[in-house]
């Protein structure tokens, strides 16, 4: 999943937005909204300055995430211009971007492979150039026939990079080895030569790799731009936790290669790049590290991707991007029998979710006999997901009965539904609220099939009859069953469910996101209650619960509450009234 920041999900609409805004902003732009920190490190990151420009909300929540991620903070320089809640950037100075103030930390390798793209080059090897973080950049020229030489000659001039010809072209893979030979970082980065980093991005990256030394890699978000450099896409990395990377993987790219940044240690000992693999070699290697360690993502988009007709792959097999049937076909040859060979020599063979991830990727490169193969070693009955894992091999197969219902209310960081589910979904009908409405799971992910709302009054959507409660925001908060829904309070769902278990007397989820808005008065009156229960000031309770009544007259776990603490004042008739009248509600 993305490491944990305390910021919101949000949707791809604004996620696409906010990268448009971005590509047109000048150097120093003030949010006129109350930003959590995803607007203000998205700034920093593409090479702006925010300032905070919204009177009477406080910048610290901002300030805060800039800190953790290693960001300068918030700027206090006149602003040329402006974004406003709905991402509209208003601009009164020219678009400009500037590298960040420079850093320590350990050495980073940015490896980038070229091959007559003398023209694309020199602007990626800028980006690399432009980082704020320590690193070194080693360029491996495979057997170029165009200028590409002299353009790295004048590169190599004032000693800002390292460049390696190879004297024959053999490949993305053989180069890629020939330049991690030549490294000397402590981590990597892949760059192609026709892509780019954004200024802050090996900056943001590095920090969260060395603060959290058990990882293997941690990658960021991805943008595509145009022949004309506008944002076409916005292509998120992979949200899904740890222990599902290397599932996601092999049933698509879960981030794209400039936007990851590998622990050295880790990709070595992932193995060495096939020299098969001409195309779809950064694919076989997620997969591989996968295995090696946790990958996880952060929100926010550190490197773009720029269309061109250029040519790709070896000059033996070079097919331009705009014959995409020739060059998925040409993919499918090449990828296809080495994808055949993991799936026969690495494939877990206790792993019942791995192997269901194993039959969608051997269906996406045609080979549906051995998709096939795959979904027969694993006996019904079989969930949701494995019903589709099946379909995409032409395997009809009816889901097994779903005893009981799952509701998770999405209140977390980005990620933080996908590790909810991954956790506990298994065989329930699921119920999910979503905080944002976004694009939760993908086209192919982990499939998690079920019903999907946002911000919905609980009572109005979830079918009577008991089930389970998860809140992704504490992924192991595991409350007693709940009976009926219909025992929500008439309240935003994070909301209710914590004014529910408040009342029910459950132990209360911890607030893992820092600064989750959970502040809201009826639920702080229910707090207070159940602090003055325990230190027995039964009247402090009960002159606490009395509004909570007083403005949900039909909520039965109010009276329920009610009756228990005139029950502990000795007063049973008061306390039977009261339950009498919790119980009539519920009915």
Not at 104 to 126: E, F, H, M, W
Request: glycine content about 10%.
């Amino acid at each position: 999943m993305a490491l944990p920041t305390g910021i919101r999900p949000r949707s791809a609409a604004d996620r696409l937005a906010l990268t448009r805004a971005l590509t047109g902003a000048p150097r120093v732009v003030a949010l006129t909204f109350p930003d959590d920190g995803w607007a203000a490190a998205h700034l920093r990151i593409a090479g702006r300055v925010p300032v905070w420009g919204c009177p009477g909300a406080s910048p610290a929540r901002a300030e805060g995430l800039l800190a953790k991620l290693g960001l300068p903070g918030l700027g206090h320089e006149p602003a040329g211009g402006t974004l406003d809640a709905r991402l509209k950037l208003k601009r009164s100075a020219p678009v400009q971007a500037a590298p960040l103030p420079p850093v320590d930390g350990p050495l980073v390798t940015l490896l980038i492979c070229t091959y007559n793209r003398a023209k694309l080059l020199p602007t990626s090897v800028a980006s690399a150039m432009a980082q704020s973080w320590p690193c070194e950049i080693v360029v491996v020229d495979d057997g170029s026939t165009d200028g590409t030489a002299g353009v790295l000659e004048e590169l190599s001039r004032d000693g800002g990079i390292r460049a390696f010809r190879q004297p024959e072209n053999g490949g993305k893979p053989l180069a890629l080895e020939r330049g991690l030979a030549e490294a000397r970082g402590e981590a990597v980065l892949v760059l192609d030569d026709d892509d780019m980093l954004m200024p802050g991005a090996v900056q943001v990256l590095a920090r969260a790799l060395f603060d959290n030394p058990e990882l293997a890699a941690v990658c960021g978000d991805t943008i595509y731009l145009d022949k004309k450099g506008r944002v076409s896409r916005h292509y998120p990395a992979s949200r899904v936790p740890g222990s599902a990377w290397v599932r996601d993987s092999l049933m698509r790219v879960p981030t794209t290669t400039g936007a990851t940044l590998i622990r050295m240690s880790a990709h070595r000992a992932a193995g060495a790049y096939d020299p098969r693999l001409t195309r779809g070699e950064d694919l076989d290697m997620f997969t591989r590290l996968g295995r090696v360690g946790p990958v996880e993502a952060l929100p926010f988009t550190t490197f773009a991707v720029r269309a061109h007709d250029g040519a790709r792959g070896a000059a033996a097999d070079r097919i331009t991007t705009r014959e995409k049937e020739a060059y998925n076909k040409r993919f499918l040859t090449i990828a296809g029998p080495v994808f055949r060979e993991r799936w026969r020599e690495t494939r877990a063979p206790e792993d019942r979710a791995e192997g269901h991830a194993w039959v969608v990727g051997l269906a996406q490169r045609e080979m549906t006999v051995e998709a096939r193969e795959e979904a027969a070693r694993w006996p019904g009955p079989y969930t949701p997901t494995e019903v589709w894992a099946r379909k995409q091999a032409g395997i009809h197969t009816p889901p097994a009965r779903a005893g009981e219902r799952l509701l998770v209310i999405d209140d977390g960081d980005p990620g933080a539904l996908e590790l909810t589910l991954e956790r506990w979904a298994g065989l329930h009908s699921l119920y999910i609220d979503l905080e944002v409405h976004r694009d939760p799971l993908g086209a192919i992910q982990l499939h998690w099939d079920g019903v999907y709302a946002g911000q919905a009054d609980l009572r109005t959507w979830l079918p009577s009859g008991p089930l389970h409660l998860r809140l992704s925001s504490d992924p192991g908060w595991c409350p007693p069953p709940l009976t009926d829904p219909r025992l929500f309070p008439p309240l935003p769902a994070p909301i209710a469910a914590r004014c529910l278990a408040a009342a029910m007397g459950w132990a209360p989820p911890d607030e893992h996101r820092a600064g989750l808005t959970s502040a809201h008065p009826l639920l702080d009156r229910l707090r207070q209650c159940r602090a003055a229960m325990s230190r027995g000031a039964t009247g402090d309770a009960l002159a606490q619960l009395v509004p909570v009544l007083k403005v949900l007259p039909r909520w039965a776990p109010g009276w329920w509450l009610a009756s228990i603490l005139f029950e502990a004042m000795g007063n049973a008739a008061q306390a039977e009234s009261c339950r009498s009248r919790g119980q009539q509600l519920a009915a």
